[in-house]
């Protein structure tokens, strides 16, 4: 193609020196004109490049980061290095916080596949949210584990599972309401409660990385149970036509001997708290007993420095409101709402709890705890009575810290069960103690006790009184031994602070008119 400059030679002697400066200018301007469109779309392409590069840097940083993350929190099982054996899964599992150093009864426990089987499949990548009672939530991912694999607390007849954490389990698997729900669920397995649930409290149930059910132990024992007696054809069949929806294929369901569908929690969360939050929606089906020892372990000592209630024993009056206002606390918006009226004042159901969870806190015993929401009888009820009434004291004098020299509460629970077999029985508690043999014979202290509750069954206010003043002796006992002041004293024993206290219940109000007849229906006085 011929130059501009050529074309214009061509055309010179056709053209006049005016035309020939126009055409010149012009093409100057055309060729401006041009450079800078060129430019123009040549910035324009080098931006779209550096957008481009800016966002594969993104893409690459993302996939760096998920291959970290799988890295660190796979539990992968390697297709070519086999089955994993029972033993071995234990031995990998060695050293966990659940605590299964206790391996020899854990793989007791455990109930041990007849075939080697895998245990695990690589958990999806993706994250599902998860949500409290209380609103707050968790991040989960879906993750297939063998049945045996799952650390739970109880089995389907109620047989506490060494390995696992008991501070994690707050309802009585022991219970028979507990056995029935667990037989009823594992008959009638629904797969479709098991599967996909916003909530903690429903569909598939959550395990921390080590396996351990962290909520929904019922369900995870049903489904265990329900592989045992041959009812998951169901449930597994379910699991294979909807292994696509959560992230798994068929052959990884198939790999499993008794797959169940489970969320691992990815948010790093105070184990012991979020069980009990996440048991906060059960509460309703919960015994009084299992509510007031879930509610005891969330009472601290410096919530039991602030328990004053009034002289009558109201736990609601003006002087206990911190202490009620601390319990709220504990206890979670939610549940707290159902204690107060439309004016703002408390109910007599929160009076109820607040001295069930102290009652709890004081004994700690099962036993006292089921008699307490359980017991009928007029007489023993006059114990329980008494015991309630001295409460805040044991309760206080646990708070600061009491040894097991001076720990009183295992010589009351076992005068109380010795006067409740006396009433079951129906000998007097004298007769009872004497024909004890050399294989079970009660503690001296048990024995003080029984005698004196038995003497004064009519009346709670004063086993009340003298079983406070045991527990007021205890916390001074404890408070001296913190400031030191328990040089040149005889040291205080159980047995002298309960003859101590008996001697001055008989100075102050006499020794009882009438006593061990066969223990029958008494007073509340």
Not at 14 to 20: F, G, Q
Not at 145 to 166: C, E, F, Q, W
């Amino acid at each position: 193609m011929p130059s501009l400059a050529a074309c214009l030679a061509k055309l010179g002697k056709k053209l006049s020196d005016t035309d020939k400066d126009s055409l010149k200018t012009r093409s100057k301007e055309l060729q401006k004109e041009g450079f800078e469109r060129h430019e123009a779309d040549v910035q324009a392409v080098q931006e779209a490049i550096d957008e481009l590069q800016v966002e594969r840097k993104d893409i690459v940083s993302q996939l760096r980061e998920k291959v970290a993350w799988q890295a660190k929190n796979q539990i992968e099982t390697s297709t070519d290095a086999g089955t994993v054996t029972p033993t071995e899964t234990n031995q990998q599992l060695e050293g966990e916080p659940h605590g299964l150093q206790t391996k020899a009864k854990a793989e007791e426990f455990i109930e041990t596949p007849t075939t080697q089987v895998q245990k695990t499949v690589k958990p999806t990548p993706g994250a599902q949210r998860a949500f409290l009672p209380d609103g707050s939530s968790i991040e989960t991912r879906y993750v297939l584990r063998d049945a045996s694999a799952l650390v739970v607390s109880h089995d389907h007849t109620g047989k506490i599972n060494p390995a696992y954490p008991k501070e994690l389990q707050p309802r009585d698997r022991e219970r028979a309401a507990s056995k029935l729900q667990i037989q009823t669920m594992a008959a009638k397995l629904n797969p479709e409660l098991l599967g996909a649930s916003a909530k903690v409290s429903d569909g598939a149930p959550i395990i921390g990385p080590d396996n351990v059910v962290e909520s929904g132990n019922a369900r995870s024992v049903a489904t265990r149970f329900a592989y045992r007696n041959g009812q998951a054809k169901t449930y597994k069949q379910w699991l294979r036509r909807n292994a696509e929806q959560f992230g798994f294929t068929t052959e990884q369901v198939d790999a499993l001997k008794n797959p169940v569908l489970v969320r691992e929690r990815i948010t790093d969360v105070d184990r012991a708290e979020f069980a009990r939050k996440a048991n906060q929606a059960d509460l309703a089906s919960m015994s009084p007993a299992e509510t007031a020892k879930a509610d005891a372990e969330r009472i601290t000592g410096e919530m039991m420095a602030q328990f004053n209630p009034s002289e009558d024993g109201n736990v609601l009056a003006e002087s206990n409101r911190s202490f009620v206002k601390s319990f709220l606390g504990i206890i979670g918006q939610q549940e707290s709402t159902q204690y107060i009226g439309k004016e703002g004042g408390y109910s007599k159901r929160l009076a109820d709890r607040v001295q069930a969870a102290v009652f709890a806190k004081a004994y700690g015993d099962e036993r006292l705890l089921a008699a307490m929401a359980e017991e009928a009888d007029p007489g023993i009820k006059n114990v329980l009575t008494a015991l309630n009434r001295a409460a805040a004291s044991f309760a206080q004098a646990k708070a600061l810290g009491i040894g097991k020299q001076l720990d009183v509460t295992p010589s009351i629970v076992e005068a109380v069960e010795l006067i409740r077999k006396a009433k079951n029985s129906g000998v007097p508690v004298a007769e009872l103690l004497s024909q004890q043999t050399m294989f079970h014979r009660t503690s001296d202290e048990a024995k003080l006790l029984a005698t004196y509750m038995a003497d004064n069954m009519r009346s709670a206010k004063n086993m009340g009184e003298a079983l406070s003043y045991i527990g007021n002796t205890l916390v001074s006992e404890m408070r001296r031994a913190q400031n030191k002041e328990l040089f040149n004293r005889q040291p205080a024993t159980i047995r002298g602070i309960i003859e101590a206290s008996i001697k001055r219940m008989e100075a102050t109000h006499g020794e009882p008119a009438g006593q061990q007849q066969t223990i029958g229906a008494e007073t509340n006085q």
